[in-house]
């Protein structure tokens, strides 16, 4: 069965590759001639195609609750990051988003071209206050153009059942751009493992929860409630 696996996930990357180099070509050729937000819609169009090759390919359905949870105001979005999946399925459902990423993607050729274009934070892992410094500073101006902000509070991916260390960066931003805090479950870990190559067939699961208001709260203590949320989410899929 793992040679089924193997192949059909080599059947997604054969086309998971060029889509991905075609539109972040275009991205950042012809989508200089583009508005912001129709640029950005162009660029993720890649992401609804690799979604839906993901399902043809190798079998990866999913289901989302609580897409009516999303607010009408720029928010910031917390969620679990355990796989590539939900990088390509958030961009797409929360645009106009601008995603905190380490600045070494932007370097990655075609993929980073691309991504660069539709306003990422790009932020220096190895000095952590300038990274807390450029998430504040930079989100609350995307926050004030309109943009969301998506970040993975545990800041790299963790396996499927892991719980990493939730950093307060976004609960901070929230609290102190007055913006809501959107907390999102999910365990594509099960079928995109963090790290591997294979992909498994099966159903992942989304949970958009209610927004929170910051007002008035703690990064710690609120924090601490999306993390409780998230992970006793995911414990009940």
Known sequence: MNIVYAL????????????IITFSVL????GLLIPYRPRQT??????????????????????????????????????????GWETFYLQRTLRPVSTILKKELLKVPFFGWGLAMTRPIAIDRSNPKQALRDVLSQGKQRLAEGNNILIFPEGTRIDYGAVGNYSRSGTSLAINAGAAVLPIAHNAGLCWPAHRFIKQPGTIHVIIGKPIDSTGRKSKELTEEVKDWIEGTIAKL
């Open 42 to 83: 162009f660029i993720t169009t890649a992401n609804a195609i690799v979604l839906w090759w993901l399902k043809l390919s190798c079998g990866i359905k999913v289901n989302v609750e609580g897409l009516n949870n999303i607010p009408n105001q720029p928010f910031v979005a917390l969620s679990k990051h355990q796989s």
């Open 27 to 30: 991205g950042c050729t012809l």
């Open 8 to 19: 059909r996930t080599c059947l997604f990357y054969a086309v998971y590759v060029p889509t």
